[in-house]
């Protein structure tokens, strides 16, 4: 069993940035998919970014694409998201998940493991 724990979150203005790190425990991370998703209220969980095991290979969302890069460091067991140029519809709770498919998803429902999630809020 993987557990996850999300932190780096907060308030911040609009342009600003942060940088949200995921802690992976119990067992190692090197063989999943890594990815965060984000909730807003009211809205569905959607897909922000996700990393291949080996890291090499990326993908992101539209709305984030450029102003957010996912990176792993599996000797560490963590995956951070370095988000800049935010936006108050950046606005939401993040989760780290962890994948056991071999290629990259999108699909919430093809994540396994999820931390509780971090608070991001940017403000105008």
Known sequence: QVQLVESGGGLVQAGGSLRLSCAASGRTISNYVMGWFRQAPGKEREFVAAIHWRGASTAYADAVKGRFTIVRDNAKNTVDLHMNS???????????????????????????????????????
């Open 86 to 124: 935010l936006k108050p519809e950046d606005t939401a709770v993040y989760y780290c998940a962890a994948s056991i498919h071999a290629v990259l998803r999108r699909s919430p429902n093809d994540y396994v493991h999820w931390g509780q999630g971090t608070q991001v809020t940017v403000s105008s």
